[in-house]
């Protein structure tokens, strides 16, 4: 299985950006997807996850109404639009597969690791 993530870049407080992660190479049928993220000198944390159907979503209360997660079942492609970008949400953002109907928080239950994004919010 490989996760490509790209969209990451340099962008202004107030700003906004759109990461995408490709799916590949998986035979599963049912999985959820999440974000995460992790910055220097900090703990890997989790940003927003999504179900198989899409109808579901969580999100970290850090980033409650700044985010929006989505995924393209058809492209194996799942989105998160990052609106209002904040100096604080620097960090490299990765995208994880979760085989099964789970698409919860815990970054320790899913199962296939992108390579990573990375996200640099200037003040």
């Known amino acids: 299985v490989q996760l490509q993530a790209s969209g990451g870049g340099l962008v202004q407080a107030g700003g906004s950006l759109r990461l995408s992660c490709a799916a590949s190479?998986?035979?599963?049928?049912?999985?959820?997807m999440g974000w995460f993220r992790q910055a220097p000198g900090k703990e890997r944390e989790f940003v927003a996850a999504i179900s198989w159907s899409g109808g579901g979503t969580n999100y970290a209360d850090s980033v409650k109404g700044r985010r929006t997660i989505s995924r393209d079942n058809a492209k194996n492609t799942v989105y998160l639009q990052m609106k209002n970008l904040k100096p604080e949400d620097t960090a490299v953002y990765y995208c994880?597969?979760?085989?099964?109907?789970?698409?919860?928080?815990?970054?320790?239950?899913?199962?296939?690791w992108g390579q990573g994004t990375l996200v640099t919010v200037s003040s």
């Open positions: 994880a597969v979760r085989l099964g109907y789970e698409y919860g928080g815990d970054w320790k239950s899913y199962d296939y």
């Open positions: 190479g998986h035979t599963f049928s049912r999985y959820g």
